[in-house]
């Protein structure tokens, strides 16, 4: 454990010395009043809009992170043949995979916090003098809630991404990989959804056996976006929620520990 902790502890410090974080947040803060500029031309809705668009900058700086900073330091340390490095010594590839899994893990829910900051305080400024245009439920115990699911949806992007990483020759196949399975992630429920409302296809046909069968592997990210929870302030199962939490956090050590059986058979070469 001590071993995993400190391939994490150097791994963390490795990604705050990167310009590219510092670069990401200095996005995240240019959307951030870009939110509120924006806001301010809506009539209505207001809250509503403020919550949504701040909740999505959050989203996609955490998307922005993985493909460009998670993903590199993990592919280069294997192209560039430093994992060789880490390996000579006391270390096994299950410490190595943990503990950058950790390690970059800590960044996305540091940015987390930092952005989820920044995107209260735009909602703030967004609604302020403007109490009308906040939903009469709203509340921010759901908005921090929000972010927190939001934020375990990038965790098990990212352990995906270490999975594509750790099967692919080349770290920008593992980045194509990661974002096609992004996107189906989010919309494969929905275009099973549309199929079968619209009855282009029958339930039984060979199609929708195949989007059953996708979305029994991959995960349901949608099931994560609590965006229009929030925004609405409508009211939740407490239930529902944590089995959601259960599932997302069984299917990144399942995914992880793949990742870990795969890396070990790998020939690094």
């Known amino acids: 454990m001590d071993k995993i902790r400190l391939i994490a502890w150097i791994t963390f410090k490795d990604?705050?010395?990167?310009?590219?974080?510092?670069?990401?947040f200095f996005m995240g803060l240019i959307l951030f009043s870009a939110n509120i500029i924006i806001t301010g031309m809506f009539t209505w809705e207001l809250g509503k809009v403020a919550v949504d668009m701040g909740l999505s900058i959050i989203s996609f700086s955490g998307l922005i992170i993985i493909f460009f900073l998670c993903l590199p330091i993990l592919g280069n340390d294997i192209e560039k043949k430093t994992v060789y490095l880490i390996l000579s010594r006391p270390v096994t590839k299950a410490h190595y995979i943990i503990g950058k899994y950790m390690g970059l893990g800590l960044i996305i829910m540091i940015s987390s916090v930092f952005l989820g900051l920044c995107a209260a305080l735009s909602v703030k400024i967004s609604v302020m003098g403007a109490g009308t245009f906040i939903p009469p439920h709203f509340s921010w115990g759901m908005f921090t809630l929000s972010i927190c699911y939001l934020t375990l949806s990038l965790l098990i992007l990212l352990s995906l991404a270490f999975f594509w990483v750790c099967t692919s020759t080349h770290h920008f196949t593992a980045v194509l990989l990661t974002i096609m399975t992004?996107?189906?992630?989010?919309?494969?429920?929905?275009?099973?959804?549309?199929?079968?409302?619209?009855?282009?296809?029958?339930?039984?046909?060979?199609?929708?056996?195949?989007?059953?069968?996708?979305?029994?592997?991959l995960p349901n990210l949608t099931a994560f976006d609590l965006k229009t929870t929030a925004a609405y302030g409508l009211p939740v199962n407490t239930l529902s929620l944590s089995w959601l939490l259960i599932y997302g956090v069984s299917y990144s050590v399942v995914c992880i520990m793949l990742t870990v059986l795969i890396f070990q058979k790998r020939e690094l070469s």
């Not at 010395?17 to 670069?23: D, M, Q, S, T």
């Not at 029958?202 to 059953?212: A, F, G, R, W």
């Open 15 to 24: 990604c705050i010395r990167n310009k590219a974080l510092y670069g990401i």
């Open 182 to 217: 992004y996107f189906i992630c989010h919309n494969m429920e929905n275009v099973k959804n549309i199929i079968l409302s619209t009855k282009i296809m029958s339930s039984d046909s060979l199609s929708i056996k195949v989007i059953n069968a996708v979305t029994w592997i």
